[in-house]
Antibody, heavy 116, light 109 residues
Framework: EGQLLQSGGGLVQPGESLRLSCTAS????????ISWVRRAPGKGLEWVSG????????YYADSVKGRFVISRDNSVNTVFLQLERLRVEDTAVYYC?????????WGQGAPVSVSS | SSELTQDPAVSVALGQTVRITCQGD??????PSWYQQKPGQAPILVIY???NRPSGIPDRFSGSTSGNTASLTITGAQTDDEADYYC????????????FGTGTKVTVL
């Protein structure tokens, strides 16, 4: 069974940037899409972004479009989420997940806190 | 609308049956998946497709769909089932790929 290991996250000020990483093991990485999902404090899960297995197709929620960029490097089994122009409302635990709309594996989560 | 609506909270007596619903136009076209999330943990997939359980998920979890409403049923709820539950489906609006339901907090009494 595969595994997703996340890194990145932390505390930043509004307007700053962060990069999250999600490295996979135990499955053919270049096949499935990978998504990022977040859960803000006191709120539910929100799908944020997804990328196809080849990396040619990317998808974003309206709340992050134009500020976040998803990419992948299949040579190192890693998907990235670049978070730009961060806002207070982006504060959440960010999870990567295998799939674009059925998520059978999840990373452990990375907290992102945006505060002045 | 491409939103998925769930009841905020439900409670169930130990050993009894509880049904969690997920309402939205998306589920007319795509079977939703269901996720369980406990505090401080990542979500886990409990139901996908028409009514499929990943390996390791107890058979007391089942899924069904009728019209624009999908349901997750826990038959014989256990204390370990107390958690937040979310449905998820393809986004029919085309802007996103995927959308989660609003979530339901299940309390086992």
């Amino acid at each position: 069974e595969g595994q997703l290991l996340q890194s990145g996250g932390g505390l930043v000020q509004p307007g700053e940037s962060l990069r999250l990483s999600c490295t996979a093991s135990g499955f053919t990485f270049s096949s499935p899409g990978i998504s990022w999902v977040r859960r803000a404090p006191g709120k539910g899960l929100e799908w944020v972004s997804g990328i196809s297995g080849t990396g040619l197709m990317t998808y974003y929620a309206d709340s992050v479009k134009g500020r976040f960029v998803i990419s992948r490097d299949n040579s190192v089994n890693t998907v990235f989420l670049q978070l730009e122009r961060l806002r207070v409302e982006d504060t959440a635990v960010y999870y990567c997940a295998k799939g674009l709309w059925e998520f059978d594996q999840w990373g452990q989560g990375a907290p992102v806190s945006v505060s002045s | 609308s491409s939103e998925l609506t769930q009841d905020p909270a439900v409670s169930v007596a130990l050993g009894q049956t509880v049904r969690i619903t997920c309402q939205g136009d998306n589920v007319r076209n795509y079977f939703p998946s269901w996720y369980q999330q406990k505090p401080g943990q990542a979500p886990i997939l409990v139901i996908y497709g028409k009514n499929n359980r990943p390996s390791g998920i107890p058979d007391r979890f089942s899924g069904s769909t009728s019209g624009n409403t999908a349901s997750l049923t826990i038959t014989g709820a256990q204390t370990d089932d107390e958690a937040d539950y979310y449905c998820n489906s393809r986004d029919i609006s085309g802007n996103r790929y995927s959308v989660f339901g609003t979530g339901t907090k299940v309390t086992v009494l």
